[in-house]
């Protein structure tokens, strides 16, 4: 019932910038953790960055000071901002989100149960 789409993925140059959106439809109510992973082929799956009901966020360390998430004005409206573009930012980008979360939300895709199908980003040297 619920599904997640993502948007704004493309082909940039490094040192560009680039906004992801997600949208979430199928819930009347507020996610209680929302989140951005990312996977390039060959690599393991890692988590980005996520943001809980309060809007406290956390970031992996490797995004740190270049990504922000946030949330919007529309319900279960997801962004993520990203600047100063690397070449090892290359992957697929998906969003994800969970209900009725009790424990702190964390960046591991075990504590998400609903995915969307990714948007490709990739970053030219």
């Known amino acids: 019932q619920v599904q997640l789409v993502e948007s704004g993925g493309g082909s940039v140059q490094a040192g560009g910038s680039l906004r992801l959106s997600c949208a979430a439809s199928g819930s009347s109510y507020s996610a209680t953790c929302m989140a951005w992973f990312r996977q390039d082929p060959g690599k393991e799956r890692e988590g980005v960055a996520v943001i809980n009901a309060d809007g406290g966020t956390t970031y992996a360390d490797s995004v740190k000071g270049r990504f922000t998430i946030s949330k919007g004005n529309a319900k279960n409206t997801l962004y993520l901002q990203i600047n100063s573009l690397k070449p090892e930012d290359t992957a697929m980008y998906y969003c994800?989100?969970?209900?009725?979360?009790?424990?702190?939300?964390?960046?591991?895709?075990?504590?998400?149960?609903?995915w969307g199908q990714g948007t490709q980003v990739t970053v030219s040297s």
């Open positions: 994800a989100a969970n209900w009725h979360w009790r424990g702190g939300c964390l960046l591991q895709g075990g504590g998400y149960g609903y």
